[in-house]
């Protein structure tokens, strides 16, 4: 499985419109955000700062990012671009000096005043100082002060987002647990609210399990589960009923909540009950391919070690009989059929009648 750049960057925009980022710049390529304290506090790992913003209550400052779903491109465009023209004036090239003369290294009004004040003909010519720090005047005596990497949030940091890569797959693990348990209506729209009467909605439980099926091969599937909690209903198919309906965090203006007849843990006992009997239908002719596969592991394994558990050093021998023992207990973990069942979305949901 494997995405392209287009879905890549609807998964990362669909995360950044949610929690509210700030959009900066954005092409089909790339994107710039200034990210959301929310966002911010998610993606960027700065514990100690975010403690401190919260014991003293100053405003936060989150950090940007350059976001490129495809780098060849992106690269291939910026390489082309035509540098910004440089302005030649002499109030760009000599600005005057704030702060700490010694930060300023590039420029010394004062020593340029004590030279002009010689009655020289030259007296009159306005000296542009080098750009190269190592001919300034105070270079020559104090040294070259080093320019200063810019860190902090005026910065913004460009990362490659592709199929695959670290911010990816954190985007996604933040999304997972900010967005596991969901609470929504459907939104009616305007013309339930001019209607003289209040429109029905029915809740539903629905879950998102997913189905691990492990030996020494892998196979994943997932399973959507709605359950009507006032008929009891069990939908297999329950994303896509819900897919296509606008959805709203708030309840919606004259609309009403049918009461519940069954509570969530008696909804989520029908769901389980529900999903083992459909897993029990299955063909799992894999798992017996697998058994008979680890029985070939084992008997390779102690065919190996029957010669070296008969050696008379005792020391040796229990060292060899532990080595022994790991490697049947690993053999049987990777060969061993698995199956692991676990929930990894799962809301209230407020519809009309499906």
Known sequence: MTLTSQEVRKHVMDYLEATECSIIEVSPIHVTVKLSPRADRMLTDRPYYWG???RTGVDPETLSFTFVFDPEKYDSQASIEVPPTVNRSIGALN??????????????????TDLLNSESPESNVVHVPSSNPEDSILARYFGIVPALPRIGPGMIRREDIIYGSKRLQQIWSAAQDE?????LFEDPGSRQRNTLFSAAYEPWLGVCYKVEMSCDLKREELHYLGISLTKGTIMDDFNE????????????????????ELTVTAATDLLEAHLTSHLAELDYTWAEQARERLRVELAIIDIYYGELLKEPDEEKRLGTQEQYNR???????QYEPQIAVSAITYGLFHLRSL
């Not at 600005?95 to 300023?104: H, R």
């Open 52 to 54: 401190f913003v919260e």
């Open 95 to 112: 600005p005057p000096i704030t702060g700490n003369p010694v930060m300023g290294a590039t420029v010394d009004v004062e020593a340029s």
């Open 179 to 183: 967005g596991k348990c969901l609470y």
């Open 241 to 260: 009923k819900i897919s296509s309906r606008e959805m709203t965090p708030r309840l919606p203006e004259n609309v009403h909540i049918q009461p519940y």
């Open 327 to 333: 490697r049947r207990q690993e053999t049987i973990w």
